[in-house]
């Protein structure tokens, strides 16, 4: 399975198991593919249920990442919600940022920047 098929069957499963909330409350999962720097493509995939969590489903680095939506000042931050390490995903309109998140130093390092959606 490609990845952009392979992140909209796991974000239309998401849907259709009900995480989240009532599966039958949820609107269907949009699907974005995004060109970072280096022509590195990240396909994601949001849903945003009327009740429970908003997500983004990511194919980054050969693996799918499901993370959701946290606090931010600005724009939309996705992120594992523990206080370890992992992926940070912040979109602001059509553009977004990867960050690998390092618990230890305390730290977002950028992985992919300039992100834009397609």
């Not at 974000?11 to 409350?25: D, K, Q």
């Not at 593919?33 to 945003?48: M, N, W």
């Not at 993370?67 to 523990?82: D, E, I, K, M, N």
């Not at 992992?86 to 230890?104: C, E, N, P, Q, R």
Request: net charge negative; charged share 15%.
């Amino acid at each position: 399975m490609t990845p952009p098929r392979a992140i909209a069957f796991g974000a239309a499963a998401a849907w259709w198991l009900g995480v989240g909330g009532g599966a039958l409350a949820q609107a269907m999962p949009v699907t974005t593919t995004y060109i970072c720097e280096r022509g590195v493509e990240v396909p994601a995939s949001y849903t945003t249920p009327e009740q429970g969590e908003a997500t983004a489903v990511l194919y980054v680095e050969n693996r799918m990442v499901t993370l959701v939506r946290t606090r931010a000042a600005s724009g939309a931050r996705y992120a594992w919600p523990s206080d370890g390490s992992g992926y940070v995903w912040w979109t602001k309109g059509d553009g977004a940022t990867l960050f690998w998140h390092d618990a230890a130093a305390g730290e977002d390092v950028t992985l992919y920047a300039a992100c834009q959606a397609q």
